[in-house]
C-alpha cells in the first residue's frame, strides 16, 4: 500500500493542478447550447471578427450568416489560421476536432485541434496505462515527452496518449497512436481494456482544457519494450506503482507527470487497490477522477 504522506502529495498536487477555472468565462453557444467557453481576452479577440460572431449577455454567437456545418466550418478555418499567425495557437496540427452537442453526435462544426483551448471546447481523448509484471503486483510504464513538444515539454506521460480526431473511434485511437508513439503493434494494442472514462476542466495559460479521457489498461509481455518512433516521445520508463505513486506527488522537477496523465495514473492506482478505500482520504482522491459537471456542458 502507498504510504498516507504521498496520498496527501497527490491529493495537494492534482487538487491544484486541476482546479477548476477561477475567473468568469464568456461562453460560445451554437443553437443555445455551449460549445466552447473563452476567459475575457480571448473572448474579446473572438469578437473582433464581426463577420463570424456577434456578442450575447453571457458570450458569443454566430451571426446568422455563419448558419450550419460547413459555413461554421469554413469560417472557423480562418479564425484559427489568424490566431496561429499572431502566435496565440500552440503549432497548427493539421487535424481536426469535432464539436457538437455530445460525443459522436452530428458536429456543429470542425475546429483545427491547436485552437482547441483557445475556444475551450471539449475534447476527447484515449490514454493507455501500459501495465507488465505478475497480476499481483504489476508495473506502470511511463514516456517521456519530447522536449521540442508545444505542451508539456519534457514531462512524463502515460504509456500511449492522444487526441480523438474527426472520423476516428477510441479504438482506433488507440491502435493509432500505440503504434506512433511507442511502437506497439496492432495486434498487441487491441488487446488494450477500456476501463471508463476521467475528465479534466481547468485552465492553463494557453485557455481552457475541457476533455473527457477514456482510460484503458494494456498487460505487456515481459519481453516487449516499447519504442519510441514519431519523435513526440524520446523515452520510456517502468516503476512499480509505489513509484507511479510518488511521480504523480511531484509538482516541480524533471519527472513531474503531466496534470492529465497523473489522473490517469491515479485512476489506474485507485482500481488496481494500490490505494486502499479505507486509505486516508480516499474519498477526496476518488472525487478527482470524475468532476461534477457543469450544467449545459456537452456530454
Not at 456545418?69 to 502566435?87: C, H, K, M, P, S
Not at 452537442?101 to 490514454?127: Q, V
Amino acid at each position: 500500500m502507498i504510504e498516507a504522506a504521498i496520498l496527501t502529495l497527490i491529493r495537494e498536487r492534482l487538487t491544484s493542478a486541476l482546479r477548476r477555472p477561477w475567473g468568469p468565462l464568456h461562453v460560445l453557444r451554437v443553437d443555445g447550447r455551449v460549445a466552447g467557453r473563452l476567459d475575457g481576452d480571448r473572448a474579446a479577440r473572438l469578437a473582433a471578427f464581426d463577420r463570424v460572431f456577434e456578442r450575447h449577455a453571457d458570450g458569443l454567437a454566430f451571426v446568422p450568416a455563419q448558419d450550419g456545418f460547413e459555413r461554421r466550418t469554413e469560417a472557423l478555418d480562418e479564425v484559427a489560421r489568424t490566431l496561429a499567425a499572431e502566435g496565440r495557437l500552440s503549432p497548427w496540427r493539421a487535424e481536426r476536432y469535432a464539436v457538437g452537442p455530445g460525443f459522436g453526435a452530428r458536429p456543429w462544426f470542425l475546429l483545427e485541434r491547436a485552437a482547441a483551448r483557445f475556444f475551450g471546447i471539449r475534447t476527447y481523448a484515449a490514454h493507455v496505462n501500459g501495465l507488465a509484471g505478475p497480476r499481483d503486483d504489476p508495473g506502470l510504464w511511463f514516456a517521456r515527452r519530447s522536449p521540442q513538444k508545444a505542451i508539456d515539454p519534457g514531462q512524463l506521460d502515460n504509456l500511449v496518449g492522444g487526441g480523438i480526431a474527426t472520423g476516428q473511434t477510441v479504438a482506433a485511437t488507440v491502435v493509432k497512436e500505440a503504434a506512433e508513439e511507442a511502437g506497439i503493434p496492432a495486434v498487441l494494442a487491441r488487446q488494450a481494456v477500456p476501463t471508463g472514462a476521467v475528465h479534466v476542466f481547468r485552465q492553463p495559460p494557453d485557455g481552457i482544457q475541457d476533455e473527457t479521457i477514456f482510460v484503458h489498461d494494456l498487460w505487456l509481455p515481459a519481453d516487449f519494450t516499447p519504442t519510441p518512433t514519431d519523435g513526440e516521445v524520446v523515452a520510456f520508463r517502468p516503476v512499480d506503482f509505489g513509484t507511479a505513486a510518488r511521480l504523480i506527488a511531484q509538482s516541480e522537477g524533471p519527472d513531474r507527470v503531466t496534470a492529465d496523465a497523473s489522473l490517469v495514473v491515479l485512476d489506474c492506482l485507485l482500481r488496481h487497490g494500490a490505494i486502499a478505500p479505507d486509505a486516508p482520504g480516499y474519498l477526496p482522491l476518488e472525487a478527482l477522477r470524475h468532476p461534477a459537471p457543469d450544467d449545459d456542458a456537452p456530454a
